[in-house]
Nanobody
Framework: QVRLVESGGGSVQSGGSLRLSCVAS????????MGWFRQAPGKQREGVAA?????????SYADSVKGRFTISQDNAKDTLYLQMNSLKPDDTAKYFC???????????????????????WGQGTQVTVSS
């Protein structure tokens, strides 16, 4: 079991920056992917960025945040980050940290881009961007 706790949300003006943090506690053995997701009122939860931990450590981003957001991790601190620059009002949402963590064997079909493969979630942190 792993517990994920996000922090760093807040209110900023358009063009501003925020850095979100997600601290993982408990066993992270078996983590395939770590990702950030967001959900705006009345909309479905969507992927923002992910780190493909089990494969090559590569990162991927939603088209809407490419060039503005950066996902990173500090393994020593068991912390995942999301640096968000040039924020826009459309970025307003609750942001969630999530992990795709599976033990008991190797699961070849895990897709870091698939929200359905993430089975551990934090409670979220609110980001509000005003124009």
């Amino acid at each position: 079991q792993v517990r994920l706790v996000e922090s760093g949300g807040g209110s900023v003006q358009s063009g501003g920056s925020l850095r979100l943090s997600c601290v993982a506690s408990g066993s992270t053995y078996g983590t395939y992917c770590m990702g950030w997701f967001r959900q705006a009122p009345g909309k479905q939860r969507e992927g923002v960025a992910a780190i493909h931990i089990q494969s090559d450590g590569s990162v991927s981003y939603a088209d809407s945040v490419k060039g503005r957001f950066t996902i990173s991790q500090d393994n020593a601190k068991d912390t995942l980050y999301l640096q968000m620059n040039s924020l826009k009002p459309d970025d307003t949402a609750k942001y969630f940290c999530a992990a795709a963590l599976y033990t008991g064997g190797y699961f070849s079909g895990i897709e870091c881009s698939s929200i359905d493969d993430y089975n551990y979630w934090g409670q979220g942190t609110q980001v509000t961007v005003s124009s």
